[in-house]
């Protein structure tokens, strides 16, 4: 064993040839190899590079634009995503074991690496810069993927109810009970505080967290925890550090010619999954429209002035009986691959509006909805207005805003989730007699069940209710 080649070893770490027993698992012939796997700081950058590979980020917004409002089944459709878009879930569903599956994936392979940093001593001030920038990722990863896995999986977002299991080291044959939202909620703002002491401000690689990638990620923890004060201290940061794009730049964000206001982005190249075909294939089938109420929405709210409106929807190939999204368009080389932006300058203002309003700063709410408008409008054209009377008025304008700007982006299911709305499809997005058009807030398919080979590999985990 010893005589295995160290870059042999530490590709076998980074894949992590997982157990049976449970996603968080290692399996123990990893622990052997373990000793000769991270010696030295190459090996931790390499390592970290395979973190960020693992991320996969296309699987939430798959799933949530599947689930919710904004996608209707194309003609082309062959079963890709129907059992998600008509809420056919149970334990089994495809969806319900891979997303749970990579995230703790993930987890792990940052669990390997904090263990493996704190063994190494470094050479020098460069090598000890290095592996504290290193930690600061993988702690900012962790707290990403734990945040992720608990807005899918915990049926309401309540300090009481129950979460996900928190994996905060290597475990060989462990098992683990799901640890409520508010110890996830403890656990993840803690280890994003140490991350974001470690890093330098002088590291701006939006490939990887940074300062900013990190308060982008505590104002959206913020927002979801209620915590209003720190949503807008923590969305501030990211708004100053990084100004929006303007309506001449923001196409090019999404074909990766402008790096306005992308914070963070998962870089894709040649040979990675390409998050544009989750809605339409490489051959022109369409898997998923744009639904019919998005397209609705967005001509209520002014869209012929957008440029929004040229990034939702694939104009280039307009119909309007046949509404494609264009959010993950590619190139001609490589259709449907995107860089996927995790966290976006625009999300923030809308943190930070809805913070502002939901704490009773209605005209502060209004004037970051008008900033973002305004730069989203058309040249020559006229943005709409923004004034709010109360508090209701403010957050249900702030959330159409959301679903205009972020729109499959991987948030409207959980805002809706956020808001205690149920999803309510247009009627023209449920014609087909097996679509379903309506799904109660109090429904339990709103969350995710615990995937089964985790029920069954798992004596002390609990089942969501009703699955």
Known sequence: MKKISKYLLLALLLGFAYSCENAYNVDPDDEILEENSFTNVDDLERGVYGVYAGISGSNIIGWSSRFSDDCRIGETNRGQGIQVHRWSINPGTDEVGSLWGNMYNVIART???LEAIDKISPLNEEEEAAMQRIKAECLAIRAMQHFDLMRLYAQDYESASL?????????VFEQFPRNTVGEVFGFVKTDLAEA???????YTDNTRFTKTGIAA??????LYEKDYASAISFATQVINASPLATSSEFQGVFTDQVETEVVFKLARTTGDGSVGTLFTDTNGDVFFNLSYGLYYHMAQNGFTNDIRT???IDVANFDENNLMVGKYLGSDANFGLNDIKVFRTGEQYLIRAEAYARTGSLDLAAADVQTLRNARVVPGGEAVTVSYNNVSNAVNDILGERRFELAFEGHRSFDLR????????NADDCSQAADPCALDATDYRMALPIPSAEIFANDVIQQNNQY
């Open 111 to 113: 669990n390997r690496l």
């Open 163 to 171: 979460a996900v299991p928190i994996i905060d080291g290597v475990y």
């Open 196 to 202: 974001y002491n470690l890093l330098s401000a002088s």
């Open 217 to 222: 990620l505590r104002a959206r923890v913020a």
């Open 310 to 312: 040229y990034v939702n």
């Open 418 to 425: 956020r808001y205690g709305l149920g999803v309510n499809r």
